[in-house]
């Protein structure tokens, strides 16, 4: 079965473009011979979503915490005072979810923002909002190691070696392509 075919039931298929779109598009395609599972991006971003709807369930059922409450919570416990805007820019969560998860916080007093006419009002951790965290974390961590540990030592530093060689190449590539200057038409 070839990478943009639907298969019935088949959960593996995300990408649902007609075969001869994809021809008319891309005629030096070989459709046949590509899998989408093939990419590595496609295998990360899986697996990411498969650990991440774990974690997702296992804060709701334990914790009544949703994902990016979660996330909040976990960058206040991490790095102590912030702002909304702050959170916004370290979760990726744009102003009015940050703000929806923020309330919902504070109504469960896990959260204080400070008394301030300063229009960037510092938010932190309550101290069961810090209990909550470091349960969670806890939590969190367990869920992990289960795992990892289905990987040998070996298979773990390598896994971490390789993530991180990904990362930083991909960084240095970002950052080469910023201070390249601007072509000119």
């Given at each position: 079965?070839?990478?943009?075919?639907?298969?019935?039931?088949?959960?593996?298929?995300?990408?649902?473009?007609?075969?001869?779109?994809?021809?008319?598009?891309?005629?030096?395609?070989?459709?046949?011979?590509?899998?989408?599972?093939?990419?590595?991006?496609?295998?990360?971003?899986?697996?990411?979503?498969?650990?991440?709807?774990?974690?997702?369930?296992?804060?709701?059922?334990?914790?009544?915490?949703?994902?990016i409450e979660w996330q909040c919570l976990?960058?206040?416990?991490?790095?102590?005072?912030?702002?909304?805007?702050?959170?916004?820019?370290?979760?990726?969560?744009?102003?009015?979810?940050?703000?929806?998860?923020?309330?919902?916080?504070?109504?469960?007093?896990?959260?204080?923002?400070?008394?301030?006419?300063?229009?960037?009002?510092?938010?932190?951790?309550?101290?069961?909002?810090?209990?909550?965290?470091?349960?969670?974390?806890?939590?969190?961590?367990?869920?992990?190691?289960?795992?990892?540990?289905?990987?040998?030592?070996?298979?773990?530093?390598?896994?971490?070696?390789?993530?991180?060689?990904?990362?930083?190449?991909?960084?240095?590539?970002?950052?080469?392509?910023?201070?390249?200057?601007?072509?000119?038409?």
């Open positions: 079965m070839g990478l943009f075919e639907r298969k019935s039931g088949n959960t593996d298929v995300v990408w649902d473009l007609p075969p001869k779109l994809i021809q008319a598009l891309a005629p030096d395609l070989d459709i046949g011979s590509l899998r989408l599972l093939d990419f590595v991006t496609i295998r990360i971003d899986r697996l990411a979503g498969l650990m991440n709807q774990q974690t997702r369930q296992m804060l709701s059922e334990r914790f009544d915490l949703s994902f976990a960058f206040l416990g991490e790095r102590g005072d912030l702002t909304a805007a702050e959170i916004c820019r370290l979760t990726g969560y744009d102003k009015a979810q940050v703000s929806h998860a923020l309330r919902d916080l504070a109504k469960r007093k896990l959260i204080h923002r400070a008394t301030t006419t300063a229009k960037a009002v510092p938010i932190e951790l309550t101290t069961d909002g810090r209990d909550l965290f470091k349960r969670c974390v806890t939590a969190r961590r367990r869920l992990e190691r289960a795992h990892l540990e289905r990987l040998s030592p070996e298979q773990r530093v390598a896994l971490y070696e390789a993530l991180t060689i990904l990362a930083r190449s991909l960084v240095d590539e970002s950052t080469e392509r910023h201070k390249q200057p601007a072509k000119r038409a």
